[in-house]
T-cell receptor, first 111, second 114 residues
């Protein structure tokens, strides 16, 4: 069964303390993987799409990477406004674009 | 990224009434729209997928007569929760796709059924 697992479930950082969030997947025929940010009471906000192992994408303090088994979201020198839940979702070639979601990592950045 | 709106953002209704939620793609044509519900501290659960002008495809366990979906244009989809009950209380989110792989999401609608 296709599955996406995110770790840790929750992470608390001090402002400026860099870290990484993990998204491991077992998805047959993986076509790509998304990272989203979700604030409380809001819909997910698109961050990155990764398609192939070795690919990297960057946006401000965030960098997403992809291997054949997992993806990482690296957060460099985070700020309190980076506090949110980060969701990872995979999709394969079939399934009418149905996404396979992880449960997310809740990130809190203390000032 | 694409801009997607949902209306209303929050609704409270009495048990037995029907509620309509609108999802609009404001700056692109959404050929495919998705409706999700999300429970507290849980991930998004896909309810149905609709392509413009076609009937929606519902996920297993989702009652199509209870959750009516209309995708009449490339910018608008509606979800109507018919005869709502307290167990239908949830956070409903629409996702949109304009033919690429990426889904863009609306801000969500909090439904509370009393």
């Amino acid at each position: 069964e296709d599955q996406v697992t995110q770790s840790p479930e929750a992470l608390r950082l001090q402002e400026g303390e860099s870290s990484s969030l993990n998204c491991s997947y077992t998805v047959s025929g993986l076509r790509g993987l998304f990272w989203y940010r979700q604030d409380p009471g809001k819909g997910p906000e698109f961050l990155f799409t990764l398609y192939s192992a070795g690919e990297e994408k960057e946006k401000e303090r965030l960098k997403a990477t992809l291997t054949k088994k997992e993806s990482f979201l690296h957060i460099t020198a985070p700020k309190p406004e980076d506090s949110a839940t980060y969701l990872c979702a995979a999709f394969n070639a079939g399934n009418n674009r149905k996404l396979i979601w992880g449960l997310g990592t809740s990130l809190a950045v203390n000032p | 990224g694409a801009v997607v709106s949902q209306h209303p953002s929050r609704v409270i209704c009495k048990s037995g009434t029907s509620v309509k939620i609108e999802c609009r793609s404001l700056d692109f044509q959404a050929t495919t729209m998705f409706w999700y519900r999300q429970f507290p501290k849980k991930s998004l659960m896909l309810m149905a997928t609709s392509n413009e002008g076609s009937k929606a495809t519902y996920e297993q366990g989702v009652e199509k007569d209870k959750f009516l979906i209309n995708h009449a244009s490339l910018t608008l989809s509606t979800l109507t929760v018919t005869s709502a009950h307290p167990e239908d209380s949830s956070f409903y989110i629409c996702g949109t796709s304009g033919g690429t792989d990426t889904q863009y999401f609306g801000p969500g609608t909090r439904l509370t059924v009393l």
